[in-house]
């Protein structure tokens, strides 16, 4: 799918309405740090590779590439759906990447409907499998929703989710897969799992890749559904206490910057990363995340900003119609 367009067509991230006050003048940039912080464990900038894939005995290269590259800048990785290997244990090997990156952070995955057909132990045993650090179960209903072998029986999910945190070893994390996650999701989740990665849209739409493989005839009517990633992102803040993450859409140093004065703990991206991959391998990848981070210092520069914990308390300014869609949702207060 990497060939076709699959990205939102009139919908943005909506991080290019959110304005950063400068801390003060230029700094330089030898003087940023961009190191943060996960699990108690220190990454190099609070950036992390969404899972994408595994499954196929194709997928193993792919993410042995971007392992590889990942732990030698210590940025933490997710893998796909690990319900081919549930299903099929001679597959777990696409999967198991930390025999290539040991000291990798490693995310396991497993979408939220199928918490309805595997027990707690299963879960667990597919994460131990892979020597997974945390699981990150995803939400797609609308990505379901277009597939005509989709599975829209989500009855239930939200029981088997709290269940499952509370019985795995692993720290669990809800996300979606590009069409974001609202104040009244992230309200219900508060307390049950330990992040949430919003996955808003603005970015690749998965109802746009499965209208292409389907020839869906209602994927066009819905391509666009979903809340922006910056909107996403703060109405998940306003409902949740603990770490909220930034993914969906999320391309440059800007995004990542932005993404982290409003709120966000770290920023996910997939679409760059698998098109570094694919073009040269792992030293793709290794390329392009060293341009981002670098990217990312200089902006923060740029800003005046020396460290992630400074730009986390940065004063910021939305321009509509973001602010006003912000007191809308009374998630700032009117004037």
Known sequence: MLEKNTQYRDKKTMLELVDIEPKGGPINQKN?????DLLGRPISAPIFISGM??????????????????????IPMGVGSQRAMMEKDSLAYTYDVKKFARELILIGNIGASKLLVYDDKSVQRALDRIDADMLAIHTNPGQESIQPEGDLNFRGVMKRIFEVSRNIKQPVVVKEVGNGISKEVAASLNGHVYAIDVQGAGGTTWIGVETYRNKSRYGNAFWDWGIPTALSVLEAKSAFKGPVWSSGGIRTPKDVVKSIAIGAEICGMAKPIISSERSAGSDGVYLFLSKLITGVRNEMADLGFSSIKE????????????????KQRRILKQK
């Open 32 to 36: 940023v740090d961009t190191e943060a």
């Open 53 to 74: 894939t595994g499954g196929h005995p194709e997928t193993l290269e792919i993410n042995k590439n971007i392992a590889m590259a990942a732990a030698r800048f210590n």
């Open 311 to 326: 730009l986390s308390n940065a004063k910021v300014s939305f321009r509509e119609p973001l602010n006003s869609i912000l």
